[in-house]
């Protein structure tokens, strides 16, 4: 076709980097071509390496043995297998065993793979840097940048590429021990200085990787910033040598390093290609970067091969790679923050800190691990208050007087369906189908305490004897039809975010002239610039009656019988803006210091606290970060839920963001979980986790690593109104946690189906 350049018939290749993904790439893309031309540049010499293990997973290496038999059956050879792994916390060692690691030296590693290059005809060029990459892209058809996480070419690029590194909080140094682990070993280490941390898994039947990491301030601390290779080894060796045996450990080159995690908008330039850590990097607690560089080999000469031209082929390695290697990221990157965060785990159990360890990543999950060692997740759920044949998930909870019959929570929901703030009965099914579907709570939408505090014409609210009149008949439903569920009421107040479209109309538009009403907020900044409505700063008259409207409506949610009140401090609306830096401005004494943007939300807080019940709940939802510069984090977060706690919050709805709209989301499953998981074990507060938390098993998994407390789910409900129930039936639980309405209770097992399966074949007739 016009326009396309064929992949020439003889491509001249250029690899630029000796690591595995490079070396693998040449080895592949010559074999599948012999007339291929093919050099590899390394500026180290072929028996230099940094590290000393590399873990493969069987997926890589079945896709190692489909494409290179002869790597394959090399590697094999090599391997160290074992399936434990073994978790030392304060003397006690917890074992969890059918996980299956295979690993091989490093060095030997790239042996396998020099031999194989060299047999199949690629020029391989030691000590040498390669040439610029302008140079490269000129005299080759095709040019792939494996030259790691510092990639010249990346970065001779990189207004094409555009490349984001992040560099985090630890630093860590490789090393080896002289006996090999019969476990992967995690060992912690409680100093004078702080915690440190040791990794460690065998390489060899006589040796083993060790990396040592603590976070950079306590890394400053014990003065490893001043010791030079010799010392920092020594240091380290003492430091765990109980779990060495006071045996020593070895260097090669090692120096400390803080992790940087690499990601890039784009792949390819022209004829350039980044693959591995030039293109991507993930934090080496799960063990993927040989991994993922080895699978970019792979599908770049899959693609190479299967597309019509070079860059339909890039363009597809991309498109194939970019997914797996995103979520691979995510789990990493939470990995990464959980040893980050490591300090504040200690106190738990030690089976539970065990549990929690090994779903870091929320790759393992409960369901999983109990695949790969069931008798280990018996035992930690015992020691989490499981009753026998009784899910994580189906054990009640209690907050003051309410006691909730399990961890599920239909997170609050705007239907934008009700008429001048009165619910009707849309409002009635929803919230009912949903009581009736066994959640232990259900959360209504964000009532609004003015008609000026509507986000939209649609939006409910609690300040007319209409309303109220509303509302007790959906709570007097809930009550009498679903005992044992529990209705909570959210109020709220829009903010800067108010007067808007129904968001099927048009979220965050503004409503057309003449049907406007005036906004407040802690600042008189618009949510969208020249496009929202500018909202008038709020006086101290202002502020008064807000709270007072706030107290009103508590006040009718007493008289509706609501079980529990939670007061809305997220997403940008009028508490939350106070909280914002980005959205709080003022120089009074409601602005400036996060103590200061407290103030007035903390008023509220402290009216309504006066006026609901002792013994019932009240809960706060705040944003445990704004995902902009500038804005609020997970330290202000931290903050911020204990000085609700302080005032007598039950528990800390977990949320993020919405409170920009230049926003910049890091989604994924269950996203929003590390920030409810860290308020919860630093302030030691209830929190109620949310956020792509999607099935019962990341419930469960959330649950018995003591991450939360509660999980509130909003789109599964939404798809499933039975949601919870059905999860019960899943887990074959049929308890009280979960009771089926009598009028259901027929089914209450799934369907039959017709069968799929075939009549086996007997015999075979020649």
């Not at 510092?150 to 140094?173: G, K, L, Q, V």
């Not at 990491?213 to 910033?225: C, I, K």
């Amino acid at each position: 076709m016009a326009g396309q350049v064929a992949v020439p018939p003889a491509l001249r290749v250029a690899v630029v980097g000796g690591g595995p993904g490079g070396l693998y790439a040449a080895a592949l893309l010559k074999r599948l071509d012999p007339a291929r031309s093919v050099t590899v540049w390394e500026r180290n010499g072929p028996d230099d390496t940094f590290g000393f293990g590399v873990v493969l997973s069987d997926e890589t290496l079945g896709g190692i043995e489909h494409a290179d038999p002869v790597v394959h059956r090399a590697l094999q050879a090599e391997f160290v297998r074992w399936d434990d792994i073994d978790i030392v916390h304060r003397g006690t060692v917890l074992t969890s065993g059918g996980h299956g690691f295979a690993a091989l030296g490093r060095r030997r590693l790239l042996e396998i793979l020099h031999e194989r290059c060299t047999s199949l005809g690629v020029r391989l060029r030691f000590r040498e840097t390669a040439p610029p990459a302008g140079e490269l892209a000129v005299t080759h058809d095709l040019v792939i940048a494996a030259d790691g996480v510092h990639s010249t070419t990346r970065e001779a690029y990189a207004d094409a590429f555009a490349p984001r590194i992040a560099t985090h909080r630890c630093r860590y140094i490789w090393l080896s021990a002289p006996f090999a682990f019969d476990a992967f070993r995690f060992e912690i280490a409680e100093t004078e200085h702080g915690v440190m941390q040791l990794h460690g898994y065998p390489y060899r039947d006589d040796a083993s990787t060790v990396i040592v990491e603590m976070r950079e301030e306590v890394w400053r601390a014990a003065g490893f910033d001043r010791c030079d290779e010799r010392e920092s080894t020594e240091r380290c060796a003492k430091i765990f040598a109980d779990a060495l045996g006071g045996q020593p450990l070895t260097s090669n080159n090692s120096a400390w390093t803080a992790f940087r995690t690499v990601v890039n908008d784009r792949w390819s330039h022209g004829n350039t290609v980044l693959l591995g850590d030039a293109a991507h990097t993930a934090h080496f607690s799960i063990g993927s970067g040989t991994k993922l560089a080895v699978e970019d080999a792979l599908a770049l000469a899959a693609n190479i091969e299967e597309q019509p031209d070079l860059p339909a082929a890039l363009a597809a390695y991309e498109a194939e790679r970019r997914p797996v290697v995103a979520s691979t990221q995510r789990a990493a990157g939470a990995s990464l923050e959980w040893f980050e965060q490591l300090e504040t785990y200690l106190d738990q159990p030690p089976r539970q800190f065990a549990f929690n360890l090994l779903t870091r990543s929320r790759r393992v999950t409960h369901d999983n691990l109990r695949l790969r060692d069931a008798a280990f997740t018996d035992a930690v759920e015992r020691d989490f208050g499981c009753l026998p044949d009784r899910p994580p998930m189906f054990t009640p909870f209690r907050l003051r007087g309410l006691e909730l019959r399990n961890r599920i929570v239909v997170s609050p929901m705007d239907m934008y369906s009700a008429v001048d703030g009165v619910p009707g009965d849309f409002h009635l099914v929803h919230l009912g189908a949903r009581a009736l579907g066994g959640a232990a709570l259900v959360m209504t939408e964000m009532v609004c305490v003015s008609a000026e505090g509507r986000i939209t014409p649609g939006c409910t609210g609690l300040y007319t004897a209409e309303q109220v009149t509303a509302w007790q008949r959906i709570t007097g439903f809930v009550h009498q039809q679903s005992p044992g569920a529990a209705i909570g009421v959210q109020l709220g107040h829009s903010g800067r975010k108010g007067s808007t479209r129904l968001m099927w109309e048009g979220m965050d538009q503004p409503l057309p002239e003449g049907a406007k009403w005036p906004l407040s907020a802690a600042s008189p900044l618009p949510y969208l610039p020249g496009v929202s409505q500018v909202p008038g700063m709020l006086d101290r008259a202002g502020l008064d009656e807000v709270r007072e409207q706030f107290a009103a409506s508590a006040r009718h949610a007493l008289r509706c019988d609501f079980d529990l009140l939670e007061l809305h401090c997220a997403h940008g609306y009028l508490l939350s803006g106070f909280l914002s830096p980005l959205t709080n401005r003022r120089t009074d004494g409601y602005g400036g210091s996060l103590r200061a943007r407290l103030r007035f939300p903390l008023e509220v807080f402290d009216t309504l606290r006066e006026i609901w019940p002792a013994e019932r709940p009240m809960t706060v939802r705040i944003s445990a970060t704004d995902w902009a510069p500038g804005g609020n984090t997970a330290d202000e977060a931290v903050e911020i839920a204990r000085a609700f706690a302080a005032h007598g919050a039950d528990a800390i709805d977990v949320s993020t963001g919405q409170v920009v709209a230049d926003e910049k989301p890091a989604f994924g499953r269950s996203y929003q979980t590390p920030y409810a998981d860290r308020i919860r074990n630093e302030v030691n507060v209830p929190v109620i986790a949310v956020g792509a938390i999607s099935s019962w098993d990341d419930v469960n998994s959330l649950l018995l690593a003591g991450r939360t407390d509660l999980c509130a789910l909003a789109r599964p409900h939404l798809y499933d109104p039975h949601w919870t129930l059905h999860a019960a039936a899943e887990q074959g639980y049929a308890g009280d946690a979960a009771p089926w309405p009598l009028p259901y209770r027929a089914g209450s097992r799934p369907p039959q189906t017709g069968r799929t399966d075939a009549p086996k074949p007997r015999l075979s007739l020649g």
